[in-house]
């Protein structure tokens, strides 16, 4: 099936119902469209010549949800003159491809018969959009099994990988820095259907951001990634413009308690060192996954302690905990109120005012708890080293307890 096919279903809907009609993408881009019967307003007429409708007008329209709609409503664009609309998601094996709109003016209101050839449309627009994303899934398979190979943990993988890349011409042939822009949704707490849908939509979208040819894509479900290539170091304000981007429209498109997390990787200069790039932008996810403090768009070399810890497996990181000082401090701190003193000590520099009045208790209480964990972890607060154990010990020990939370 074409995008012809699509158009046909547009024209026989318009036809039956003497209305208007359209079918856009997930994100609000025009993808097909009727001729008028008299009922379009201002907005169904700038949409059509310009594609797709402003951005003050998309942004309200999905803050309503309807991303996550799975049967028709009404919505009204917040445009002077345009007119209350009904739309109707288009989805097809639980994705969502788009959305099929009407316009039901007061002076003109759709019936129920209306509303259901509707919803027959929008099905079988479904199955035209699924089979199109199809065809191109496929015809992306070669290039995404490039890119897979170029991070592959095999070096003659990769060194078969570097060369295809250079064959199949699918950089610039000229000396360029790549970065690597990791993502995916939080599994444990994301249960919508579109979600996955809406990871790719997302990293697609903030590729689109970049000139053409800027960058390329591999999804995977709950995951994506994006290989950028400049010619110049890229700047903070470039990759934020891409990390802006792809947050924005996850959820603009997901269910709300839906959590998305980035990873920027290091910048390397050779195709053959893309998998570093790779690596470090997947573990930057994983610091955003696991130690939500670090916010949802985490950078390779801005993590503090964790650039270090998370470079260890789940397993070495829970072998780690059990011959901590901080495991004896567990076992003997059933209610946690010397593991949080501990804590908090720490994460105000070891300052004994700061720490006192951010746990409300006097002075001589902190002075009083710090001596008791000394005798229980057999540590001194005077000696680095102790101080180092205990500080790494309670950051794996949070890592370790995250990584746990998000079995299943």
């Known amino acids: 099936m074409s995008i012809d096919e699509l158009q046909l279903l547009v024209d026989d809907l318009a036809g039956r119902l003497r209305r208007s009609v359209a079918i856009d993408d997930p994100s609000i881009r025009l993808l097909a469209s009727s001729r008028h019967f008299g009922d379009e307003d201002s907005l169904r007429v700038a949409s059509i010549l310009n594609r797709a409708v402003p951005e003050e007008v998309s942004r309200p329209l999905l803050a309503l949800g309807i991303g996550t709609w799975i049967k028709p409503g009404s919505a009204r664009p917040d445009v002077p003159g345009s007119e209350k609309r009904l739309c109707v998601p288009v989805r097809c094996k639980s994705l969502l491809l788009g959305f099929l709109w009407l316009i039901d003016s007061e002076e003109n ?35 995404e099994s490039i890119l897979r190979n170029l991070v592959s943990s095999t070096p003659e993988v990769r060194t078969q990988a570097v060369e295809d890349v250079v064959t199949d011409q699918l950089f610039a042939p000229r000396p360029m820095l790549y970065q690597v822009i990791a993502a995916q949704r939080d599994t444990a707490h994301s ?47 470039q990759l934020k413009r891409v990390t802006e ?30 998998y570093r790039a790779y690596r470090s932008a997947t573990a930057a996810v ?81 002075y009083q708890r710090l001596k008791r964990i000394e005798q229980i ?12 154990s205990l500080h790494l010990g309670l950051k794996m020990k949070s890592i370790a307890e995250a990584h746990d939370s998000s079995i299943g």
Not at 202 to 210: K, N
Not at 256 to 272: A, C, K, Q
Not at 312 to 332: H, N
Request: charged content about 25%; overall charge negative.
């Open 109 to 143: 209101p759709l019936t129920e018969s209306d509303v259901e050839m509707a919803e027959d449309t929008a099905s079988r627009a479904g199955i035209v959009l699924y089979e199109r994303l199809l065809r191109h899934e496929r015809s992306n398979a070669h290039r």
């Open 245 to 274: 981007r792809a947050d924005y429209r996850f959820r603009q498109l997901s269910g709300r308690d839906s959590r998305f997390v980035l990873g920027v990787g290091d910048t390397v200069n050779e195709l053959s060192a893309v």
């Open 286 to 366: 994983r610091a955003a996954l696991l130690v939500p403090s670090l916010g949802d768009v985490a950078r390779w070399g801005h993590l503090g302690p964790y650039d270090v810890l998370l470079r260890l497996s789940r397993d070495e990181i829970i072998g780690a905990t059990q011959v901590s000082p901080v495991k004896a401090l567990e076992a003997a701190d059933k209610q946690q109120v010397l593991t949080t003193t501990l804590g908090a000590f720490f994460d105000n520099a070891c300052d004994i005012r700061r720490t006192a009045e951010l746990l409300r208790i006097h002075r001589a209480t902190l």
């Open 191 to 237: 249960v919508e259907a579109s979600d996955d849908i809406a990871v790719q939509v997302a990293m697609q979208e903030a590729l689109d951001t970049l000139p053409t040819g800027a960058g390329l894509m591999v999804a995977d479900k709950s995951r994506a990634w994006i290989l950028l290539a400049f010619e110049n170091i890229p700047t903070p304000q």
């Open 377 to 388: 972890t057999g540590c001194s607060f005077d000696n680095g080293d102790d101080r180092l």
